[in-house]
């Protein structure tokens, strides 16, 4: 497998991605037109943190970590490390080494669609990382393969210098060029949720709120008391 190395590709602007993690997931693919998401396979060693970053994406083959290290020289300040292989795998490719010197360049986390392992060092350095799979099997490197590509995680492209976002929830890519666009999307869906949470705390619901009702009626769902309902079945 032969590949490139693609040096200085464009980012999505630093104050945008730092706007962008003011919200979680869940708002910017909403925000989004409900797309964005990478699968919900793909999930968090550790709990209560919420990353932005521009994406240095990794196309690696299977069992094998040598496009990472190459990949780490591509690396910067507000980055993020987005890690794919040709084909599914669940070896243990990334681990508490890599973090060291991701860290000390000032790389933001890690998104991998194979394996890592070392996780409690991982959290007790404060290096996030969401993962598929969790595996203390070791890798080679032995392999040719690119770096700062275009790569496909469940569906998503992400392309280097895009915006990826992680928290508790999974994680979302947001197309460098639609950054800003989503964080003012973003922003208004927050404010919009912010007047239902006050709604709510004042006891209104929301079937009411939202005029549910209706729908409940058109789809035929009718309310009735318990006697009539047992009185029904019997």
């Keep these: 497998m032969s590949g490139v190395i693609v040096t200085n590709p464009p980012k999505a602007d630093a104050k945008d991605v730092d706007s962008l993690a003011q919200y979680g997931v869940a708002t910017v693919s909403e925000a989004m037109g409900r797309t964005g998401l990478l699968g919900p396979e793909i999930r968090p ?32 300040e507000g980055d993020i490390l987005v890690v794919t292989t040709t084909s599914p795998s669940t070896d243990g490719m990334f681990g508490e080494l890599f ?39 070791g890798t080679v490197k032995a392999t040719g393969g690119s ?11 992400i392309r280097a210098g895009d915006v990826v976002l992680a928290d508790d929830d999974g994680v979302v890519v947001v197309p460098r060029e639609r950054v800003r666009a989503t964080v003012e999307a973003s922003e208004a869906r927050e404010a919009k949720e912010a007047k239902a949470r006050a709604a709510f ?34």
């Excluded at 709990?47 to 496009?67: E, F, I, K, Y």
């Excluded at 770096?147 to 492209?157: E, K, S």
């Excluded at 005029?211 to 309902?229: C, Q």
């Design 201 to 234: 705390l004042d006891g209104q619901l929301g079937l009411d709120r939202y005029g549910l009702r209706e729908n409940l009626k058109r789809l035929g769902v009718a309310y009735k008391t318990y006697d009539e309902y047992e009185g029904e079945r019997s």
């Design 99 to 137: 973090a060291t010197a991701l860290q000390r360049r000032g790389v933001r986390g890690v998104i991998s669609n194979a394996g890592i392992r070392d996780t409690q060092e991982l959290r007790d350095m404060d290096f996030p990382a969401w993962s598929r799979a969790v595996s203390a099997q």
């Design 45 to 76: 060693i550790q709990q209560g943190v919420r990353v932005a970053g521009t994406a240095v994406t990794v196309l690696s083959w299977p069992g094998d970590n040598l496009m990472i290290h190459a990949a780490v020289e591509q690396c910067g």
């Design 147 to 157: 770096v700062n590509v275009p790569v496909a995680v469940d569906g998503q492209v």
